[in-house]
């Protein structure tokens, strides 16, 4: 198989990141593009104890399968399908889907530490840095996390603090200045949003497939 042309995308929490990949996606069939994140290879923390679980660093590089993400990244190369449980971020009211993951000519990998993972970084012929002022980012990161996936406002106060705005800064930041195109999404305007993704998926309709 062709090796497909592979798009990274990462940003900070709280970015826009998850609007901007349905927006994207939707400019493409099953069959000419797939996605494929880091975030379903959390290395499971389901058997902490709720203060554990709180005090647990989820944004740190070692707290992902580093190995078996990479591995599934070069298995898509190959044209092989994976099939990955989702990872529910510990929310009991969840059920995780079986993910199906087939080959593609564009493949995006989207995650905290792509850039960071050195090996998956030179795989990447594109990269997205998707970012926001902090104070936007927070309100974004506590409707999510206190709707979504269940967590109290303490405890989304306390990672942020601790654990997701240093992790930012050392593993993420460093790159913003190299990647081919960083986003500033201070605003949930999806014209914006729906503005730029055309044009990345006309310039790949043209260069790409």
């Known amino acids: 198989m062709q090796k497909p042309y592979v798009i990274g995308i990462a940003g900070s929490s709280g970015s826009g990141k998850t609007f901007f990949l349905k927006n994207f996606l939707n400019h493409f069939s099953e069959e000419e593009i797939t996605l494929i994140s880091q975030d379903d290879y959390y290395i499971p923390a389901n058997t902490k104890t709720q203060e554990e679980n709180r005090l647990y660093n989820f944004d740190i590089p070692t707290s992902i399968d580093r190995d078996s993400f990479f591995k599934d990244i070069k298995s898509l190369f190959d044209g092989n399908t994976i099939y990955k449980q989702e990872y529910t971020f510990n929310n009991p009211e969840l059920t995780p889907k079986l993910l199906e993951i087939k080959p593609a000519r564009i493949l995006v990998v989207e995650g905290l530490f792509i850039f960071h993972y050195s090996e998956i970084n030179e795989l990447l012929d594109y990269k997205?840095?998707?970012?926001?002022?902090?104070?936007?980012?927070?309100?974004?990161?506590?409707?999510?996390?206190?709707?979504?996936?269940?967590?109290?406002?303490?405890?989304?106060?306390?990672?942020?603090?601790?654990?997701?705005?240093?992790?930012?800064?050392?593993?993420?930041?460093?790159?913003?200045?190299?990647?081919?195109?960083?986003?500033?999404?201070?605003?949930?305007?999806?014209?914006?949003?729906?503005?730029?993704?055309?044009?990345?998926?006309?310039?790949?309709?043209?260069?790409?497939?």
């Open 128 to 209: 997205i840095f998707m970012d926001a002022d902090e104070s936007i980012a927070l309100k974004r990161r506590l409707k999510r996390d206190l709707i979504e996936r269940g967590y109290d406002e303490d405890d989304v106060m306390y990672k942020w603090v601790n654990h997701v705005v240093p992790s930012y800064n050392e593993y993420l930041l460093p790159f913003r200045e190299s990647c081919d195109l960083v986003i500033r999404n201070n605003t949930d305007d999806p014209v914006v949003l729906h503005s730029i993704t055309d044009s990345i998926a006309n310039d790949l309709r043209v260069n790409v497939i």
